[in-house]
């Protein structure tokens, strides 16, 4: 079975500053998906970021970057310049490629942006 | 601009009342998901669809729910009874599945369920 795993329950962050929140995960599987997504004060679930294993770039939209350690089992979200609408719980999410798209989150990560 | 629906947005039943959660789909989607998110256990995955037929459901207490998909615009989930314990905010959320793992999942807003 799939796991994820989020140590940082809470974190906190000064506005315009950078800010890393850890996700690991346990798998046999060689071919995955990998994601994050943010969940604001609405419950609205936003997706952010997607990193397939197989790809060893690490992905990138604007602000919001990845650290993806394929060997190490890790896949950490920085978010540069943090802005005040980043407030938010963000989960990590892992799923299984090809054959099933069934996505099993981590408890997730508060983080506040404080002016 | 496509989104998953979902209604009610909140719910208050009374214990042992039968509650149905609804979920539109992204048009066009062919994997639909409910899942649920308490503050103890965090967004778990109770059932999932393709093609309107059930692929798992082994994350959901067979006693008293069943979720459905009477077509595939329109995605059900319902509890009976409901008790106290089910109080929790279930998410739907749709995805195209085109077998080659391409199943980006979008969430609709939720429903959030109080059971006294």
């Known amino acids: 079975a799939q796991t994820v795993t989020q140590s940082q329950p809470e974190m906190s962050v000064q506005e315009a500053e950078t800010v890393t929140l850890s996700c690991t995960y346990d798998?046999?599987?060689?071919?995955?998906?990998l994601f994050w997504y943010k969940q604001p004060p609405s419950r609205q679930m936003i997706l952010v970021i997607r990193?397939?294993?197989?790809?060893?770039q690490n992905a990138t939209e604007n602000r919001f970057s990845v650290n993806f350690q394929k060997a190490a089992k890790s896949f950490s979200l920085k978010i540069s310049d943090s802005q005040l609408g980043d407030t938010a719980m963000y989960f990590c999410a892992f799923m299984k490629g090809i054959n099933n798209n069934d996505m099993r989150f981590g408890a997730g990560t508060r983080l506040t942006v404080k002016p | 601009d496509a989104r998953v629906t979902q209604t009610p947005r909140h719910k208050v039943t009374e214990m042992g009342q039968e509650v149905t959660m609804r979920c539109q789909p992204i048009l066009g989607h062919n994997t639909v998901f409910w899942y649920r998110q308490t503050m103890m256990q965090g967004l778990e995955l109770l059932a999932y669809f393709r093609n309107r037929a059930p692929l798992d459901d082994s994350g959901m207490p067979k006693d008293r729910f069943s979720a459905e998909m009477p077509d595939a615009t329109l995605a059900t989930l319902k509890i009976q009874p409901s008790e106290p314990r089910d109080s929790a905010v279930y998410f739907c959320?749709?995805?195209?599945?085109?077998?080659?793992?391409?199943?980006?999942?979008?969430f609709g807003p939720g429903t959030r369920l109080t059971v006294t």
């Open positions: 959320a749709s995805a195209l599945f085109l077998g080659t793992g391409e199943g980006e999942q979008y």
């Open positions: 798998t046999s599987e060689s071919n995955y998906y």
């Open positions: 990193q397939e294993a197989y790809k060893q």
